[in-house]
């Protein structure tokens, strides 16, 4: 779906736990994610921290979005 | 002579363990064979025996994958095999991940043959075809009688150290690897033969197909951010509560389109997951931990962003083939398009 997307000239941010499948996907930005079941979340923190470790994650996503990549391109910390 | 040692590599499910609530179980060691072990067991036909199995939740493996390696490696390597044997994982993509992951750290680590067995579009093929023999299975485990078989066919021709022929004929998914050999007929017949057949629209077989180069160059970045549009998308099978349209658990024929104008926040009242092949307690308390709704609502309020779109797609990725989730991108991209969406966020579980 990714590569749809980005084929139809959108650019996209492929937010994943298992970085080497978005790698085989072919997805050109691609931000790690926490865990398979809760990719942007963390059951363990309290609602309030869990949310500030969401908008962490979006704002790295909305980043690599505002990033010139060339080819495929992993945004760790 | 003694038998053959082999050591079997599964994960929770096939160890009869659990289903996704136990995918997060660390690895373990247990003696002789289990679950699929059996059948591979038999069909060794006691010149090869399984002595040990190691089990290894998905989740775990994949969230911890170097400690797992490094933990699986150790108890791999106590057993003193002569072979190791993974899978078969079919179209479990995690399982599939592992079962390679495994295979190749094995093969270079202990310098001994491995092999497994997946279904052609395991994203576990993409990445390790290259590195190891990957038996081609069908795409669940109804297929486990045809891969069993195979997979003990070629494992033993490994061990044997016996000469390994073409993967159309042995059974294993091509590795890209050429090899020189003689042939009665020279390059210029045989292509002139392959010509005229297909100019018949007879069947031919080339002799180097060509590879399937299919990656999308990145588009050029957002420029201003605080003015764009920006959609989410996911393969995580977050849906409203009820599936209203009955998305698929997995191998979904289809996807949804979602309005949430005016939703400021996925609640376990309101959304849930479609999504089988993980546990989905967590998404269903709170949806946002698959699709953030909530975080991207303040920042647009904060004007950190333009606009959150006003529809959201959604589908399950759980073996859901290559052809389909093509097919549905193809078709909402052109609507993302059309509604002017500047940049998507797309989440995966």
């Given at each position: 779906?990714v590569?749809?997307i980005e084929?139809a000239g959108?650019p996209?941010v492929?937010?994943?736990?298992?970085v080497?499948?978005?790698?085989?996907?072919g997805?050109?930005?691609?931000?790690?994610a926490?865990a398979i079941?809760y990719?942007?979340?963390?059951?363990?923190?309290?609602?309030?921290?869990?949310?500030k470790?969401?908008?962490?994650?979006?704002?790295?996503a909305?980043?690599?979005?505002q990033?010139?990549?060339?080819?495929?391109t992993?945004f760790e910390? | 002579?003694?038998?053959?040692?082999?050591?079997?590599?599964?994960?929770?499910?096939?160890a009869?363990?659990?289903g996704?609530?136990k995918?997060?179980?660390?690895?373990e060691l247990?003696e002789?064979?289990?679950?699929p072990g059996?059948a591979?067991?038999?069909?060794?036909?006691?010149e090869?025996?399984?002595?040990?199995?190691?089990?290894?939740?998905d989740s775990?493996?994949?969230?911890n994958?170097?400690k797992a390696?490094a933990?699986?490696?150790?108890?791999i390597?106590s057993?003193?095999?002569d072979?190791f044997?993974?899978g078969p994982?079919?179209?479990?993509?995690?399982?599939g991940?592992?079962?390679?992951?495994?295979?190749?750290?094995?093969k270079?680590?202990?310098g001994?043959?491995?092999?497994?067995?997946?279904?052609?579009?395991n994203?576990?093929?993409d990445?390790?075809?290259k590195?190891?023999?990957?038996?081609?299975t069908?795409?669940?485990?109804a297929?486990?009688?045809?891969?069993?078989?195979?997979?003990v066919?070629l494992a033993?021709?490994?061990?044997r150290?016996?000469?390994?022929?073409?993967?159309d004929?042995?059974?294993y998914?091509?590795?890209?690897?050429?090899k020189n050999?003689?042939?009665e007929?020279?390059?210029?017949?045989?292509?002139?033969e392959?010509?005229?057949?297909?100019?018949?629209?007879?069947?031919?077989?080339t002799e180097?197909?060509?590879?399937?180069?299919?990656?999308v160059e990145?588009?050029?970045?957002v420029?201003?951010?605080?003015?764009?549009?920006?959609a989410l998308?996911?393969?995580?099978g977050i849906v409203?509560?009820?599936n209203?349209?009955h998305?698929?658990?997995?191998s979904?024929?289809?996807y949804?389109?979602?309005d949430?104008?005016?939703?400021?926040d996925?609640t376990?009242?309101?959304?849930e997951?479609?999504?089988?092949?993980?546990d989905?307690?967590?998404?269903?308390e709170?949806s946002?931990?698959v699709?953030?709704?909530d975080?991207?609502r303040?920042?647009e309020?904060?004007?950190?962003?333009?606009k959150l779109?006003r529809?959201?797609y959604?589908t399950?990725?759980n073996g859901?083939?290559v052809?389909?989730s093509?097919?549905?991108?193809?078709?909402?991209?052109?609507?993302?398009?059309?509604?002017?969406v500047d940049?998507?966020i797309?989440?995966?579980?």
């Open positions: 779906m590569k749809e084929r959108i996209v492929h937010i994943c736990t298992v080497p499948i978005s790698l085989t996907v997805a050109n930005r691609i931000v790690p926490i079941p990719p942007l979340g963390d059951p363990t923190l309290e609602p309030t921290e869990e949310k470790l969401r908008r962490k994650l979006v704002e790295k909305l980043k690599s979005l990033t010139e990549v060339d080819g495929q992993v910390d | 002579m003694n038998k053959i040692r082999v050591v079997h590599y599964i994960n929770q499910f096939f009869g363990i659990g996704e609530e995918a997060d179980i660390p690895p247990k002789g064979f289990v679950g059996m591979l067991n038999k069909a060794f036909k006691g090869a025996e399984i002595v040990a199995t190691v089990i290894c939740g775990y493996f994949n969230e994958l170097e390696k933990e699986i490696l150790q108890m390597k057993q003193k095999p072979l044997i993974a994982a079919f179209n479990a993509g995690r399982y991940t592992a079962c390679g992951a495994v295979c190749k750290i094995v270079e680590e202990l001994i043959p491995v092999v497994t067995a997946m279904y052609i579009e994203p576990g093929v990445i390790y075809r590195d190891l023999h990957i038996v081609s069908g795409n669940s485990a297929s486990m009688r045809k891969a069993v078989p195979a997979l066919k033993l021709k490994l061990v150290g016996e000469e390994v022929g073409i993967p004929k042995e059974g998914i091509s590795r890209g690897i050429r050999v003689f042939l007929k020279r390059g210029s017949t045989r292509a002139v392959m010509m005229i057949s297909k100019l018949k629209g007879e069947k031919f077989l180097y197909p060509m590879p399937n180069f299919d990656n990145p588009n050029p970045a420029k201003d951010i605080s003015k764009a549009k920006i998308v996911t393969s995580g409203p509560k009820d209203p349209n998305i698929e658990s997995s979904a024929s289809k949804g389109k979602y949430i104008e005016g939703v400021n996925l376990k009242e309101t959304y997951t479609a999504h089988g092949g993980y989905p307690v967590y998404a269903n709170d946002d931990r699709l953030p709704v975080v991207l303040d920042m309020k904060e004007g950190f962003i333009g779109h529809y959201f959604t399950t990725g859901t083939s052809d389909n093509k097919k549905f991108a193809a078709e909402f991209a052109k609507e993302l398009v059309s509604d002017g940049a998507v797309l989440t995966s579980t």
